[in-house]
């Protein structure tokens, strides 16, 4: 592998890994042009087989984006006007969006404060008879407690789970990968994700057969035939061109990979004693591939300003949790989910991508010192 050359700092260096698969990449788009089938083609079941294979699990479904690949998820389960899905209320609002499109209602149970993640011991309490749906997400790239929101779902009659994985594709829990923990589990392959495209793609994955149909039914407009439409669908499909610079990335990802996990321990070693700051708890069971590096502090937004001042990127993810957001306000109280509040207000993801170099890293970590030692 290329040495990683030091260049101008990025808060995502896709430039940079742009640079290194260039060859790669253009090889499989002119393959792709060269053949014509830009819908459906030979690369999109390449993928779908190469991602199964990866995660374990047993059938792929590739979609157009991560928001497409949870409408699917809960169509296939038939998610109906007034069935209940729990969640999260600390994610990005794609997750609760699409089950208020199905006229579901989004149950919102309260993150852990160390991982931000869902806390599987607040969710029993709120299972009723319309419980349909677990939807945790496995944020910034750790995968949520999913043996034990499984044994949850598990007593009380099978409950389905799906696995929101926009982040934490090539994560594992008990040593299974992400996307193979649950009934489905949905991923993204926006650019900035662990896995990305150049565009908008995403992935549904499961071991069921009947389920595996049905999204791949759904995702082409509920058919089961050409004409024949056994159900309703979307036209939810990834383009082959996507596909196909996903199956470029993917040669290189074991790699990435492995460079994340060595930026996420040096993070947590250099930053560990800093006053000031608070850093996310990686669970013993499971890694985590950092989509983002996240930490929590106070005053955020003194903090963001004095790094900027040195030439260091920051985004905040999430600034404000679902229920305080007009569109999913009427679901739940404005006061509820206090640790959600407070990390709302606290949390700020620092320069993470396989392609940051350890001169970028070290200029990142002085930063932060030099920004909380005011």
């Not at 696995?163 to 650019?191: I, M, V, W």
């Not at 549904?204 to 089961?224: M, Y």
Request: proline content about 5%; aromatic content about 6%.
């Amino acid at each position: 592998m290329t040495a990683i050359s030091d260049k101008p700092l990025e808060f995502i260096d896709l430039k940079a890994q742009y640079a290194a698969l260039h060859d790669a990449i253009h090889q499989r788009i002119e393959r792709v042009l060269a053949h014509g089938k830009f819908i459906l083609g030979p690369e999109v079941q390449e993928l779908e087989g190469k991602l199964a294979a990866f995660t374990g699990a047993k059938h792929c479904i590739t979609v157009a984006s991560g928001t497409e690949a949870l409408l699917i998820a809960l169509m296939a389960l038939d998610l109906k006007p007034g069935d209940e899905v729990i969640t999260t209320p600390f994610t990005f609002a794609a997750t609760a969006e699409v089950i208020v499109l199905l006229g579901g209602t989004p149950v919102f149970v309260d993150i852990e404060p160390d991982t931000c993640n869902l806390d599987a011991s607040r969710i029993e309490q709120k299972i009723t008879a319309r419980t349909r749906a677990i939807l945790p997400v496995s944020l910034y790239g750790q995968c949520a407690d999913m043996a034990a929101i499984n044994a949850v779902a598990a007593r009380h009659g099978g409950i389905a789970v799906i696995e929101d994985a926009a982040q934490s594709f090539g994560a594992t829990l008990q040593g299974k990968r992400s996307c193979n923990l649950s009934t489905l589990a949905c991923t993204s392959f926006f650019p900035s994700k662990p896995l990305g495209c150049y565009g908008d793609g995403g992935a549904i994955f499961t071991s069921d057969d009947r389920l595996a149909q049905a999204c791949r039914e759904i995702r082409v407009h509920g058919q089961s035939g050409r004409y024949h439409h056994t159900r309703v669908g979307v036209g939810g499909r990834m383009d082959t061109l996507q596909c196909a610079v996903v199956l470029a990335k993917l040669e290189r990802f074991p790699w990435e990979l492995e460079r994340r996990h060595q930026l996420g321990r040096r993070y947590a070693e250099q930053l560990a004693a800093t006053p000031g700051l608070t850093l996310l708890a990686v669970r013993p069971d499971r890694d985590c591939v950092w989509a983002q590096y996240t930490i929590q502090v106070d005053a955020r937004a003194a903090f963001v300003e004095a790094l900027a001042s040195r030439g260091v990127p920051t985004a905040v993810h999430y600034p404000k949790p679902l229920h305080l957001q007009p569109a999913y306000a009427a679901w739940d109280r404005p006061d509820a989910h206090p640790h959600s509040l407070r990390a709302a207000e606290r949390v700020v993801s620092l320069p993470m991508s396989a392609d940051l170099s350890d001169a970028q890293q070290a200029r990142v970590v002085d930063a932060v010192r030099a920004a909380l030692s005011r």
